[in-house]
Every structure is written in structure tokens, then in C-alpha cells.
């Protein structure tokens, strides 16, 4: 299979997905907008972008790609750890602390504020489109006093020394990429990191109804089915207009979802499923341990 992601290589994306699909072809593209586009025009078969991070929340160029320029599916979803590290290149190593320019995405540079406020206080932060597009762009300049924010694969593909570890201000941080295809190709659950199945659902509330929220969240509760996450993102119509993406905690059924599709009908909102999908989880063993220490550090080992 041909497979995009957000490039250039060595992107968490990047990492997801060699994790995933080891066997497959893959495609890095330097935008989230470049993937869905691609997929769009047939180039690849699947694409897999990041949708959100758990210290940063929602990436929401692909929220909003998902629901205002494409219609794609969602057919699965990976959960992978985070570790962000410091490097430079390598002829910069001995001087890193004279750094005068750090390049990253702006959420790389969010999750690192602790460090780099107190051993880079003052320095100048410039975003990326992504961590391993920071990796890249010190690797080709290496005149520059800079230092990029990425993890380790980077250092390895664009020949960078890593000067700090796990710089990251918290240790149990992950983010969720979703996989999209066309033609809702299957994706293998029979592997270890298969955890389970969400459907996630778009809402859009009826205009100027007092209550209504209520009654869409009443209408998965009475039927006890669990939400993982609930969002409000702007319609682009005007102030105060929203939809909401509800992740539902079971595989779409015969029952209880179309039930519950039916009944917010009744109340004119307008519904739209998504996907149902298999969701994994990448590193769980590590995410835990890494947890762990970081509550024991903070004083939370009882």
C-alpha cells in the first residue's frame, strides 16, 4: 500500500506509521492539508495525520479539513508516545548553550517551555511545520548558532547530536493520528497494540435553542454509552456558530448509535458519522513507566 503522512521523514508521524504499517510504502508530505489532498487525488491509499496531543489538544487544520474540505473516513486511529529532545549539529555540539535561534512546531516548543526557560531563557523560538522539518532545516545550515526541538529518529535521519533528552515538560505525553482512506480499506487488528474501537461523531446543534447540548448529551447517556471526548469547533458562518466531534467509546452497532443518530435528528441537529473505527496504542508499556516516574518525581508516590 501507498501511504502518506506529514513529512518530511523521521516526523512522529513518521514514527507511527513505520510502526503500523513496517511493510508498506510510504509518502511523506510537508502539510496536512498536502496529505488529505493527496488522497483525494489517488496518489496514496491511506493517509495518516496528527489529530491531537495530549498536553497541546486538538490539531485543528485536520479538524477542520475533515469536516469543511474533504469527505473521508476516518478507519482507524494509533496512539503514540512523545519524546522530544535538543539537538544541534554536530559541528555546533561543544557550543549548544550559545544557541542563538531554536526551530520546532509550535507545540514541540509548548510541551518544552520548562527547559527551555531555564537552560535557553531568552531565545528566540521559530515554528516549523514540523519537528523533523526543524531537524532537517539545521542539518542544511549548519552555519547557524541553532538548535532544533525533535525526536531521536531525526537526529538519526538529518545527522544530528542530541545534547539533552527528554526535554519534554511532561513524561506521559502522546498524541492521536488517525488513519483516512477512500475506499475504507481494513486495517489489522491482529496485533498487540489493538486496544479497542471508537465512532466519532459530528453534531450541529439546531439555531438558538435553549437546552439543546443537554439533550444531545442526554441522548448518548440514557443509552450508557461512554464519550471519550466531546469538542466545539466554529461552523465558519459567523460568531457563535459551532458543531461539536463526539468520540463515542464502542464500534458503530444496529442499535444503540443509529438510536441515538435518530433521536438527535428528531431535535434538528444534523449528524454525521465520522468513522467507526480500531484504535492502538503504540509504547503502552513505556507511556505507563514513564508516568510513573514522572508522578514519583512530582511527589505523587503515596
Known amino acids: 500500500m501507498m501511504i502518506g503522512f506529514l513529512g518530511p521523514k523521521a516526523t512522529f508521524t513518521d514514527i507511527a506509521v513505520r510502526e503500523m504499517f513496517s511493510m508498506d510504502v510510504t509518502v511523506p508530505y510537508s502539510t496536512i492539508p498536502d496529505c488529505f489532498d493527496a488522497l483525494?487525488?489517488?496518489?496514496?491509499?491511506?493517509?495518516?495525520?496528527?489529530?491531537?496531543?495530549?498536553?497541546?489538544?486538538?490539531?485543528?487544520?485536520?479538524?477542520?479539513?475533515?469536516?469543511?474540505?474533504?469527505?473521508?473516513?476516518?478507519?482507524?486511529?494509533?496512539?503514540?508516545?512523545?519524546?522530544?529532545?535538543?539537538?544541534?549539529?554536530?559541528?555546533?555540539?561543544?557550543?549548544?548553550?550559545?544557541?542563538?535561534?531554536i526551530y520546532s512546531h509550535s507545540h514541540a516548543i509548548a510541551q518544552c517551555h520548562k527547559f527551555l526557560h531555564k537552560e535557553l531563557k531568552g531565545i528566540r523560538c521559530e515554528s516549523t511545520t514540523s519537528t523533523a522539518a526543524a531537524a532537517q532545516y539545521i542539518k542544511e545550515h549548519p552555519e547557524l548558532k541553532a538548535g532544533a526541538i525533535a525526536n531521536e529518529l531525526a537526529a538519526k535521519e538529518y545527522g544530528l547530536s542530541i545534547v539533552r533528552e527528554d526535554i519534554h515538560d511532561v513524561h506521559y505525553n502522546h498524541t492521536r493520528f488517525i488513519i483516512l482512506s477512500k475506499t475504507r480499506?481494513?486495517?489489522?487488528?491482529?496485533?498487540?497494540?489493538?486496544?479497542?474501537?471508537k465512532t466519532t461523531v459530528m453534531v450541529t446543534l439546531p439555531a438558538d435553542r435553549a437546552g439543546a447540548l443537554h439533550q444531545v448529551l442526554s441522548a448518548f447517556a440514557?443509552?450508557?454509552?461512554?464519550?471519550s471526548k466531546i469538542e466545539s469547533r466554529p461552523m465558519k458562518t459567523g460568531l457563535g456558530n459551532y458543531f461539536f466531534i463526539i468520540d463515542v467509546d464502542m464500534k458503530q452497532d444496529d442499535v444503540l448509535i443509529p438510536g441515538v443518530v435518530a433521536e438527535?435528528?428528531?431535535?434538528?441537529?444534523?449528524?454525521?458519522?465520522?468513522?467507526?473505527?480500531?484504535?492502538?496504542q503504540l509504547g503502552l508499556e513505556e507511556a505507563l513507566t514513564n508516568g510513573?516516574?514522572?508522578?514519583?518525581?512530582r511527589g505523587f508516590n503515596g
Request: glycine content about 4%; some cysteine; proline content about 7%.
Open 40 to 101: 483525494m487525488r489517488d496518489e496514496i491509499e491511506l493517509a495518516v495525520v496528527p489529530l491531537e496531543n495530549a498536553l497541546e489538544g486538538s490539531v485543528n487544520i485536520t479538524l477542520d479539513y475533515l469536516v469543511h474540505e474533504v469527505d473521508l473516513p476516518i478507519i482507524g486511529e494509533i496512539i503514540s508516545p512523545i519524546r522530544q529532545h535538543f539537538m544541534v549539529h554536530p559541528e555546533n555540539e561543544v557550543l549548544w548553550k550559545e544557541t542563538s535561534i
Open 185 to 197: 480499506l481494513p486495517v489489522n487488528k491482529n496485533q498487540p497494540s489493538f486496544k479497542g474501537y
Open 264 to 280: 438527535l435528528e428528531a431535535l434538528d441537529c444534523k449528524v454525521k458519522i465520522l468513522g467507526s473505527y480500531p484504535f492502538f
Open 292 to 297: 510513573m516516574t514522572e508522578m514519583a518525581n
Open 222 to 227: 440514557w443509552r450508557k454509552l461512554n464519550l
